[in-house]
């Protein structure tokens, strides 16, 4: 039965006139709304159990709404006497929210048929939101069934992103074996929304998919999908959901960049040329800039020079040149300044490192390597600065490691690798350093990797192919 049929058209008339016999004021904001005790005792189980125990409220004249605005308030009140309330999409979470604190039953009855009527891919994973906050197991169902029916389309809403992990474990695990593409898709957009925080999720959730099902085209499209450019010597990095990379040895992408989007990732995008050519330099990402530093010229010269690139107007711009030239060095981010380590002058291997602050522009000399070495792979875990392998200055390769604390300020050796890599490409997933390929002599599939904890180099695996001077992110 409807609400309004219970309630005598005495009380909705009486309200309304002058002789009115309310008992009861309900304010909210300043706003003063007079009703019948009696009447919101009988619809409501919130004032039922205010007037039937012992609270304040039960003997003064007055209830203070304080959680629900005046307007809301004065469309409850409405809804109460005469059964009648607007509710659409926009309001609906608000009606929701004032039915539950009020425990007004009819009225979150007459939300959720609202909601079975509303469902669609546009609204489900919202909806089903509000379904668990509310106790809507019909509601619940329904968008269920209909992220089952739509699961490619409704990965692409911006609700999905907003999911947290059990959410959307929970949202994978209703898709039909035929969306395994549209979930490795929206597992990638939703760990890129925030990167910091999900990365260390991005495996636990892929191990969630059936990569069998995937077709062998869309297998390649994320494995192998080609620059605009063929390059040696680039650099790469990392920027929430895309890839930037620069330069390298080729006569038409010794200047370019280009980025990739992890969300869309079936196209390398062409952005503004660096200012000058470079090869085998230095890239990290600081202060929504993309540095480059150091590097070969077209002309074989190795250089000083750095540059860095503004990632929201796509600009090229100078900064101060290192105090030595250098190629073949690493480049880092450490402790909110940028580090650069070892490498080759043109003339002699380095051991020499700078330190550059972003903020007043300015380079210094830190400690030296106690191992000159070129072509080495640089990265950077728990607040430390790692080098790792390269060629020394008599030409051999290296398999030694060395470890660098900016608080302390000086290298010191940690446990070798299992081989000497020269020009290896690394980087750090969950808490570990991958090294991968390299050359020893001839080029290598091994791939390394480092605990700090126990300070221990393992194999991980051989890759099909080997690969050297290649560079990479962790995605």
């Avoid at 080609?226 to 390059?231: A, E, S, T, V, Y």
């Avoid at 038409?252 to 990732?265: A, F, T, V």
């Amino acid at each position: 039965m409807c609400l309004h049929k219970k309630i005598s058209c005495f009380y909705y008339r009486d309200r309304n006139s002058k002789d009115s016999t309310c008992d009861l004021i309900l304010e909210s904001e300043r706003k003063q709304f007079p009703v019948h005790k009696n009447i919101m005792m009988l619809v409501s189980k919130y004032f039922k159990k205010m007037f039937n125990i012992e609270m304040k409220e039960k003997y003064e004249g007055i209830v203070k709404m304080l959680q629900i605005p005046h307007q809301r308030l004065a469309n409850l009140i409405e809804f109460i006497y005469s059964g009648r309330i607007k509710i659409t999409e926009e309001n609906l979470t608000d009606i929701l929210d004032d039915a539950e604190y009020t425990e007004l039953e009819a009225l979150k009855e007459i939300c959720k048929t609202v909601m079975l009527r509303l469902v669609s891919t546009d609204n489900c994973l919202k909806l089903r939101a509000y379904a668990q906050r509310y106790n809507l197991d019909e509601v619940f169902v329904k968008t269920n069934q209909e992220i089952t029916t739509s699961f490619a389309a409704v990965v692409q809403h911006d609700d999905f992103v907003q999911l947290d992990v059990d959410d959307l474990s929970a949202v994978i695990k209703l898709r039909n074996k035929t969306c395994e593409e549209a979930v490795f898709t929206g597992i990638v957009k939703w760990v890129n929304h925030n990167p910091l925080q999900r990365e260390e999720l991005f495996v636990n959730l892929l191990s969630q998919i059936d990569f069998n099902l995937m077709s062998p085209e869309f297998l390649a499209q994320i494995s192998t999908e080609k620059l605009n450019f063929q390059r040696d010597g680039a650099n790469s990095v990392k920027v929430g959901n895309k890839v930037y990379v620069t330069g390298g040895w080729n006569d038409e992408s010794g200047r370019s960049c280009e980025m990739l989007n992890l969300e869309k990732p079936t196209k390398w995008n062409v952005l503004p040329n660096m200012m000058e050519f470079r090869s085998y330099f230095g890239s990290c990402f600081i202060a929504d800039h993309i540095y480059v530093t150091g590097g070969r010229s077209q002309h074989c010269d190795d250089l000083s020079s750095c540059e860095k690139f503004n990632i929201y107007n796509n600009k090229w711009m100078r900064v101060n040149s290192m105090w030595h030239a250098r190629a073949k060095h690493g480049t880092v981010v450490c402790r909110n300044s940028l580090y650069c380590i070892g490498g080759y002058d043109g003339r002699k291997i380095l051991s020499s490192c700078e330190q550059y602050n972003v903020w007043s522009g300015v380079w210094n000399e830190i400690a030296p390597l106690n191992q000159a070495r070129k072509g080495l792979a640089c990265v950077v875990l728990d607040g430390n600065i790692y080098a790792i392998g390269g060629q020394g200055y008599r030409g051999q390769f290296l398999s030694t490691v060395e470890r660098f604390n900016p608080a302390i300020g000086r290298w010191v050796y940690v446990a070798s690798l299992k081989h000497a890599r020269y020009y290896s490409s690394a980087c750090v997933i969950r808490n570990k350093i991958f090294v991968f390929g390299g050359f020893d002599g001839e080029d290598l599939t091994s791939v390394e990797v480092y605990k700090p904890t126990s300070n221990v180099w393992t194999i991980a695996f051989e890759m099909e192919n080997p690969i050297d001077g290649a560079t990479v992110v962790a995605i």
